[in-house]
């Protein structure tokens, strides 16, 4: 099973240096590789928990069910990269967390299993908000800087615009031909028909 979680971990960090380098999206075999070897490590680490028993047999398959429901996002957030992608990693995360801290919760009894649970449940709804706090400030940055783009684009044409008219103003000092050829001129280097 170490060669076989080698040889995952390989794949998984080829995958992620690949889709880094080239700052684009896997190939659908690439995805399909990653989905197979994520099932065929679930598989395995659940099988592991087979030699374990009680309590701790159930804290082992939601470790594996959080590692395999988090690598999925990963997967996911590579092979279509966005925002939406990465918040759903991050919820993913929080959730397992949570699954686990139940499982250990129920090694407690009374008030004391109250209170962990308590405590898991807060934890993953403080790893929800964050998520989508961290979602709605992307989409607004994002936001943000089209208007920015906008606003620049704005003032190029606004003082392309004066600068035309400065250009045309100086071409009224000429006559005729030359009057003629400055306004072209002018028309040309300030974009205008």
Not at 105 to 110: F, K, L, N, V
Not at 122 to 148: F, I
Request: with cysteine; proline share 1%.
């Amino acid at each position: 099973m170490n060669a076989f979680r080698a040889g995952v971990i390989a794949v998984a960090a080829s995958l992620g240096f690949s889709a880094a380098a080239d700052a684009q999206t896997m190939s659908k075999d690439q995805y399909k590789s990653g989905k197979d070897g994520i099932a065929a490590e679930y598989k395995a680490e659940k099988d592991a928990c087979g030699s374990l028993s009680a309590n701790a047999r159930d804290i082992c398959k939601a470790e594996a069910a959080g590692r395999q429901k988090v690598a999925k996002a990963e997967l996911d957030a590579k092979y279509q990269p966005s925002e939406e992608a990465r918040y759903e990693l991050r919820v993913a995360r929080g959730e397992a967390d949570h699954a686990v801290a139940k499982e250990r919760c129920d090694d407690s009894a009374g008030n004391v299993k109250d209170i962990c649970l308590k405590e898991a449940k807060a934890a993953e709804v403080a790893a929800r908000a964050d998520a989508k706090a961290r979602l709605k400030t992307a989409n607004a940055n994002n936001v943000a800087r089209e208007k920015g783009a906008d606003a620049r684009k704005d003032a190029a044409s606004a003082k392309r615009d004066a600068d035309y008219a400065v250009a045309k103003e100086k071409c009224d000092t000429f006559a005729g031909d030359a009057k003629s050829s400055c306004l072209g001129d002018a028309k040309v280097r300030f974009g205008k028909s």
